[in-house]
C-alpha cells in the first residue's frame, strides 16, 4: 500500500493520545524454533498498521506535545557481513519511502532518544501495546519493557494504547479492502481447484495440497491460518486441522481456509460432496445452513448492532434444527451450533476490536452458521465475507459459488 496509508493511520492515532505523550511500538522479533531455527517472522499488527514496515526488530516512536507531533522510526545499522547470510535489512530511506517517515535512527540511537524525551522533555506518560489474553499469561517482552521504563523514570505514567489501536482497525480504508479482496479471490480461486480435483479415496491433505500450490503460485504472503480440510465426521470438529483422513464416497468436505496478500485476510468455508453429488440428507442441511447465511447478509447493514445479529443467527439455526428433527427446543441448539456468527476481518482472522459493537461502513465481517451432526456424520458451515457499505453490505466472496445447483453443475463439469 502507498506510504500515505500509514501516515493517515498515525494521524488518526494521534488524535486519540494525550498532550506530552509518547507512544512506543515494536515490530517484534522471531522466536527461536529449535537449534539455530527460528521460527517465520511475522510482525505485530498493529505495528505493521502504523508503519507498513515488515522487518523485526524496529521500533517506532510517537511524540505529542502541546504544539508538535513527531514520528520516529528506529532501524537496525547495516551489518554487511551479516547480510551475506540472510539477506539485507531495511534502509533508512527505504523505511522512509515506504511508511512516509521523515525521521530514521539506528536502534543503538533508541534508548538515547527514550531518555531525552521524558527526562529533558518531560514527557509525562508513556503508551505501550498491553495486548494480553488473560490474567494468568506471562509477562510479554513489551510488559518487561514497560516495567522496567516505570522503575527508570517513576515520574512517567505507563498505559495502553491497544484499544485506540483496535478500534481504529475495525473500520477498513479502501486500500485495505482491495488488499482483502485480493487476498479473497486467490482463495475463492484455490477453492475451486479443490472442488475440481475432489474424488473418493483421497487423503484430505492431499486434496489440500491444490489449495496450498494456488496460493503460492499467486503471490499470497502467507495462509491465514492453519487449513481445515475436514471430511465427514470430521467436519463436526470446529477447528480440526489435523487432515489426514481419507475422503471416502459420500463423504461432504468442509474447507474452512483464507488466504493472506501483504497480511490482509480472507476467511472462506466451503461444504460439497467429494463425489459431486450431494445425498437427500446432506442437502436438507446444507439447504438449511444456506437460509441462515442469506438471512444474516441480509441483516448487515450501518447502525445495527453485531452481537443482535448474533443472536437472530443462533435463533434462526435453532429453527432449523427443529425443521430438520434434530432439537424439540430451541435451547437446545447448542448441541448441533455452539460458535458466533462470525467476527471481524483484517490483519487478523480473527481482527481486533470488542464484539458488540455498531456497524459502520467500511467495516468486514465474516458470517458462518454452521450445523454439525457427528451421529450421521455431517458437518456444513458456509461462510462468506462481507463489507459494511454507506447504504447496506458489499460481499466480498460473491464470486464463490455456494448455491447446491451451482455446486453439482461445477463437479460435473470438472
Not at 275 to 286: L, W
Amino acid at each position: 500500500m502507498k506510504a500515505e496509508v500509514f501516515i493517515k493511520n498515525r494521524e488518526n492515532l494521534f488524535k486519540a493520545v494525550e498532550e506530552n505523550s509518547a507512544v512506543i511500538l515494536f515490530a517484534g522479533k522471531a522466536p527461536k524454533k529449535t537449534a539455530d531455527e527460528a521460527y517465520s517472522f511475522t510482525p505485530n499488527r498493529n505495528f505493521y498498521y502504523l508503519t507498513g514496515i515488515d522487518e523485526e526488530e524496529i521500533t517506532l516512536i510517537l511524540v505529542k506535545k502541546k504544539d508538535e507531533q513527531r514520528t520516529i522510526l528506529f532501524v537496525k545499522e547495516p551489518d554487511l557481513e551479516m547480510e551475506k547470510w540472510v539477506g539485507k535489512s531495511i534502509r533508512a530511506d527505504e523505511a522512509k519511502e515506504k511508511g512516509g517517515f521523515t525521521e530514521v535512527l539506528y536502534t543503538k540511537e533508541f534508548e538515547g532518544t527514550i531518555h531525552g524525551l521524558i527526562f529533558k522533555e518531560e514527557i509525562e506518560k508513556v503508551y505501550f501495546d498491553l495486548e494480553k489474553d488473560g490474567f494468568l499469561e506471562r509477562e510479554t517482552l513489551v510488559e518487561e519493557f514497560a516495567r522496567n521504563l516505570k522503575n527508570k523514570y517513576p515520574q512517567v505514567s505507563v498505559k495502553n494504547i491497544y484499544n485506540n489501536i483496535a478500534e481504529l482497525r475495525l473500520v477498513k480504508s479502501s486500500e485495505e479492502v482491495e488488499n482483502m479482496q485480493k487476498a479473497i479471490d486467490i482463495t475463492i480461486e484455490g477453492v475451486e481447484a479443490l472442488m475440481k480435483n475432489s474424488k473418493p479415496g483421497m487423503m484430505e491433505y492431499e486434496l489440500e495440497a491444490y489449495y496450498d500450490f494456488n496460493c503460492k503460485r499467486r503471490g499470497a504472503t502467507d495462509v491465514a491460518f492453519k487449513t481445515i480440510a475436514a471430511a465427514g465426521v470430521n467436519a463436526t470438529i470446529l477447528h480440526y486441522v489435523d487432515n489426514n483422513s481419507i475422503i471416502n464416497d459420500g463423504d461432504l468436505i468442509l474447507f474452512d481456509l483464507g488466504s493472506q496478500y501483504e497480511y490482509y485476510n480472507a476467511d472462506i468455508t466451503r461444504t460439497f460432496p467429494a463425489n459431486g453429488k450431494f445425498t437427500e440428507r446432506q442437502k436438507q442441511v446444507y439447504e438449511a445452513v444456506l437460509r441462515v447465511n442469506k438471512k444474516v447478509i441480509d441483516e448487515i447493514k450501518p447502525g445495527v448492532n453485531w452481537g443482535d445479529i448474533n443472536t437472530k443467527a443462533t435463533d434462526w439455526v435453532a429453527e432449523e434444527c427443529i425443521a430438520l428433527g434434530l432439537i424439540d427446543d430451541k435451547k437446545d441448539v447448542r448441541k448441533y451450533y455452539w460458535h458466533s456468527i462470525g467476527h471481524s476481518l483484517g490483519l487478523d482472522t480473527h481482527d481486533v476490536g470488542k464484539r458488540n459493537v455498531e456497524l459502520k461502513p467500511g467495516m468486514v465481517y465474516t458470517v458462518e452458521p454452521g450445523i454439525y451432526i457427528a451421529e450421521e456424520g455431517i458437518g456444513v458451515r458456509i461462510e462468506d465475507d462481507i463489507l459494511v457499505t454507506e447504504d447496506g453490505n458489499e460481499i466480498l466472496t460473491k464470486a464463490m459459488i455456494k448455491e447446491v445447483s451451482e455446486i453439482e453443475e461445477f463437479m460435473r463439469n470438472r
